[in-house]
């Protein structure tokens, strides 16, 4: 058999992608597999910084290499494998170029990021903040919500039903004793009347703000009107309705939840659900968590909160952002689901972890239709990072127990058989991925 007699990105194993910057690293570059070429001979590998540009207008031809711009050295393979120590000097995405000294035809390019410390110690989590279940107006049961977002790469979400928070509790109980590393967190969206059109996500909180209210309507009725003089509400906004939602986020927070406004742009009858003053206003007093600055209505709303959430910041006002799919058929690709997601870099994966992540600023919201990311920059420019190189190693371990949640549901045979030992894959290859084994 003639073995393969190239070296492309896709022939060889670079498992660990994430190293730590200003720390001394090992990199290991190995032949994917027996048919491949090993390494021989001496190699030259050129370390570039992406954000560091050494092309020179005035002589487009300089090769930045030789004019030792970039960080260069010369390797001897040991066993067939390139394996070299390199210092990081700070955060970004690097190519790894590798080009033979005794064949010019053998070129390779790899990408790898480097973090600064408080980001490395944390880790990406694919979650949905806003979903729901047949237990409001979604088509399929809870269990089956959480399996189909299992199967889509999701490392969790929020049960988040209209009016109601048991829901969520229910099915965490469900999946608490099995052996699976998706997570559910507790979650409602809350309405409350009078101010009944008033859509708040509650994320991760320990008991409903829905049914706090319910049971004493008058109560919070009054809470709501001796808050109104206490605030600075802009003439041009209906006073009452700014107090209930700041009470509303109050009493999310007060529960150890995440407030969270959803979908502005929804269109209730013939005009939006959130006048854009009421927001802005909002977030510069700095009452709500986070924005759903991605949700699983439409193009067109999407196009409008993110607008909005531009103007927000370029005005010097910080918007933590989260992307939800607010998804209703979970079955069903083409419709909400899987529309919006979440990048949270967090601790681990906890609803506490989660909430602290966003309302840090580490999180990034990914609008799934087209793969634009929203948040910061350099929250985005990791997120894209993982994107292309995590994501699709990490969406393939998901998918299998996904489908093994949803046959257990229907049969609920012996769970460490159903599952098969699923359990633990991608927080391994997380580890592998970020050198945290």
Same mark, same amino acid.
């Given at each position: ?127 949905? @903040? ?81 049914? @706090? ?191 093994? @949640? ?32």
């Amino acid at each position: 058999m003639a073995y393969y007699a190239g070296i492309t990105e896709e022939a060889v194993e670079m498992e660990r992608r994430v190293y730590p910057a200003h720390e001394k690293v090992t990199l290991k570059i190995t032949p994917r597999g027996k048919h491949y070429r090993r390494f021989e001979g001496k190699w030259r590998v050129t370390m570039v910084p992406m954000e560091i540009s050494a092309n020179s207008f005035m002589d487009p031809e300089m090769n930045a290499a030789d004019e030792g711009y970039y960080d260069t050295f010369t390797l001897t393979p040991e066993n067939g494998e390139l394996v070299f120590d390199y210092v990081f000097k700070d955060e970004e995405e690097w190519a790894v170029v590798l080009s033979s000294l005794e064949d010019e035809k053998l070129k390779l390019t790899l990408h790898v990021y480097s973090l600064e410390a408080d980001l490395f110690a944390r880790s990406p989590y694919i979650g949905d @903040l806003h979903t729901h279940s047949c237990f409001s107006d979604g088509d399929e049961e809870p269990v089956l919500v959480a399996a189909n977002h299992r199967k889509a790469g999701y490392d969790f979400i929020a049960l988040t039903d209209h009016h109601q928070y048991a829901p969520s509790v229910e099915l965490e109980a469900y999946l608490a004793p099995l052996p699976v590393e998706f997570k559910v967190f507790r979650g409602e969206e809350v309405h409350l009347k009078p101010a009944q059109y008033m859509h708040v996500v509650n994320f991760g909180s320990r008991y409903s703000v829905n049914d @706090l209210h319910n049971a004493d309507i008058a109560k919070a009725d009054s809470e709501v009107r001796a808050l109104m003089p206490t605030l600075d509400v802009p003439p041009t906004l209906d006073q009452y309705e700014a107090a209930y939602r700041v009470w509303t986020a109050e009493r999310i927070r007060e529960a150890g939840g995440m407030a969270i406004i959803a979908h502005p742009f929804w269109r209730t009858r013939h005009e939006y659900n959130m006048r854009p003053e009421m927001v802005k206003w909002l977030f510069e007093k700095g009452y709500y968590d986070a924005f759903e600055v991605i949700s699983g209505q439409s193009v067109f709303e999407n196009n409008l909160q993110t607008a909005l959430y531009g103007d927000m910041r370029s005005e010097g006002t910080k918007v933590p952002v989260v992307g939800s799919s607010d998804c209703h058929k979970s079955s069903d690709p083409g419709t909400y689901f899987k529309f919006g997601m979440t990048f949270a870099f967090a601790e681990e994966l906890t609803a506490e972890s989660v909430i602290d992540a966003v309302k840090n600023h580490f999180s990034a919201a990914m609008e799934t239709a087209n793969g634009r990311i929203y948040g910061t920059y350099r929250m985005v420019k990791y997120a894209l990072f993982l994107k292309k190189y995590y994501l699709p190693h990490h969406d393939e371990l998901c998918i299998e127990e996904g489908l093994r @949640l949803a046959a257990y549901y229907k049969d609920e045979a012996d769970p460490e058989e159903a599952f098969g030992g699923t359990c633990g894959r991608v927080a391994e290859y997380l580890g592998r991925f970020m050198g945290k084994e």
